[in-house]
């Protein structure tokens, strides 16, 4: 796969990047991510701060998530992310995968998560798979991938998502919105 110059928002502007490609088509990579509660009281959520050097999005809050690689299962896709990401092991996730078979050797899965897309109109589009979870224990971070992993009071999220909305890595917001975390702008 190589890539392809794509109009991309960076959170701050519009700029120009290479994406993935088949031939002269931009292809689109599904992501997964994870809005974890603390146990089952739902009044923490993880949280980490972006960290992959030189990306515009660095420091931004952000919950845990990547690409989902071929051959995983979407629940497989986050509970390694969650942990690679911040060593959290999930307890729960909200979407159990049912596997199905349309004919004999030929399977496929049904999930229900939310689906998120950004970077719509025009923009190189980003989809996130989005599971709600259940996990506990103490987060370590990935330095180079994400810094200060925490569990947050949910009214911490909320006032810093009135009081400073760019805190948050773009997609992080739509994610803490469409699951009610936080407000619509």
């Known amino acids: 796969m190589s890539g392809v110059p794509?109009?991309?928002?960076?959170?701050?502007?519009?700029?120009?990047?290479?994406?993935?490609?088949?031939g002269d088509e931009a292809v689109v990579v599904p992501n997964v991510a994870a809005i974890v509660y603390r146990g089952a009281?739902?009044?923490e959520i993880l949280l980490q701060r972006r960290d992959k050097p030189g990306e515009a999005v660095r420091g931004r809050w952000e919950v845990p998530g990547g690409r989902w690689r071929a051959?995983?299962?979407?629940?497989?896709?986050i509970i390694r992310e969650v942990r690679e990401e911040t060593g959290i092991e999930l307890l729960a996730v909200?979407?159990?995968a049912e596997r199905m078979e349309a004919e004999?050797?030929?399977?496929?899965?049904i999930a229900r998560p939310l689906a998120v897309v950004t970077g719509i109109d025009g923009a190189y589009p980003s989809?996130?798979?989005?599971?709600?979870?259940?996990?506990?224990?103490?987060?370590?971070?990935?330095?180079?991938?994400t810094a200060d992993p925490a569990w947050v009071a949910l009214e911490d999220v909320r006032q810093t998502a009135i009081d400073?909305?760019?805190?948050?890595?773009?997609?992080?917001?739509?994610?803490?919105?469409?699951v009610g975390v936080i407000p619509s702008p």
């Open 6 to 22: 794509y109009r991309v928002w960076t959170g701050r502007e519009w700029t120009t990047l290479d994406v993935a490609a088949l």
């Open 41 to 43: 009281t739902r009044r």
């Open 71 to 77: 051959g995983e299962s979407a629940v497989d896709a």
């Open 94 to 96: 909200s979407a159990a």
């Open 104 to 109: 004999p050797s030929i399977a496929f899965g």
């Open 127 to 145: 989809l996130h798979v989005v599971f709600e979870c259940m996990g506990d224990g103490d987060p370590r971070a990935a330095p180079g991938e």
């Open 164 to 178: 400073d909305p760019g805190a948050f890595v773009w997609h992080t917001r739509a994610m803490l919105t469409a």
